[in-house]
């Protein structure tokens, strides 16, 4: 809703700049209504959601009383919710009710005296409009709508009253149409970079960063891993100094004790098992005797010549 409000100042702006900055009074803005008060006639006009109608509600000595339900658009059994036209917004001008009623490829406002009789209704507006504004010292009715591509702006004349308004949004003067399409991301983009020379650059160099990226990571894992290991071999080796101890002890011969001896001899017994492999010298062959069967004969398999 908030950019559809935005889109619609926009396009107002622009008409504004074309009219003269008269388009339309201040005391109505372009903004939803769900309920409208007449006072002179103690008339009240209401939009019924759930029942899809446009509620005209008179003041009476005990309240206010439905003079008549103005239904939008059948509802009930239908599936295709995106064709149903429900009503948007409503006022009270001149002794008269405005509703606008709408779906999400078209709309249309509808305009009815105050006891629900008909006066006028509009060709449908390409477009989701949610919103009108009338100017009461130019007599124009403004409507404002949403298009698959942009937004449309209807001005409408409506100095000979409400009952004479004939809208032809082609080619009548009584229409003053504006279609603002929203430029798309390639065509802004075109506009800037025509040869698309920097378009190029940018994704070439994207690519490049993200492969020297990805390079540069696998690296650092590379050497944080071989450093790792480096770490896990070191603490696995004696140091020098141990080692230069037990040598030292070994060609003293006295100053070992009969656990190192005994160490050393085992050590050296089991190297020599190593290095042979063990060789098991029973044989497996065994021999499976078969019966005679004619079935296998190969005597049978000859052609017979007879004389």
């Not at 908030?2 to 619609?8: A, Q, R, S, T, W």
């Not at 160099?205 to 480096?230: C, D, E, N, P, Y």
């Amino acid at each position: 809703m908030n950019k559809l409000m935005n889109k619609v100042f926009i396009a107002l702006c622009l008409l504004l700049a074309s009219t003269g900055g008269n388009a339309f009074s201040q005391d109505d803005a372009l903004i939803p209504q769900s309920f409208a008060v007449d006072t002179k006639s103690q008339t009240m006009a209401v939009i019924d959601e759930p029942e899809n109608t446009i509620n005209i509600l008179k003041r009476t000595k005990d309240g206010y009383d439905i003079v008549k339900a103005i239904l939008i658009d059948e509802t009930k059994g239908r599936h295709d919710l995106y064709r149903i036209y429900r009503p948007m917004s409503v006022a009270i001008y001149e002794q008269s009710i405005v509703f606008l009623a709408s779906n999400r490829d078209s709309c249309y406002f509808h305009i009815v005296d105050l006891n629900g009789n008909d006066i006028y209704t509009s060709p449908h507006f390409t477009g989701s409009a949610s919103a009108f504004s009338y100017d009461k010292d130019t007599k124009h009715l403004f409507v404002a709508g949403l298009n698959a591509r942009g937004y449309n702006v209807f001005d409408i004349d409506c100095t000979d009253g409400f009952a004479n308004i004939h809208v032809d949004t082609v080619s009548s003067s009584r229409a003053a149409y504006l279609n603002y399409r929203v430029p798309k991301k390639s065509e802004e983009i075109a506009k800037h970079d025509s040869t698309g020379l920097g378009l190029t650059v940018i994704a070439v160099s994207t690519v490049f960063f993200a492969l020297i990226v990805i390079s540069i990571v696998l690296m650092g894992f590379a050497r944080a891993l071989h450093s790792a290991q480096k770490k896990k071999v070191k603490q696995d080796i004696p140091d020098k100094e141990e080692r230069k101890e037990v040598i030292g002890e070994f060609k003293a011969g006295g100053n070992l004790s009969g656990e190192a001896l005994a160490a050393i001899s085992a050590a050296i017994h089991l190297y020599n098992e190593e290095l042979h492999d063990e060789e098991n010298t029973i044989l497996t062959i065994v021999k499976v005797e078969k019966r005679y069967s004619p079935w296998s004969s190969k005597i049978h398999n000859m052609n017979v010549y007879r004389r």
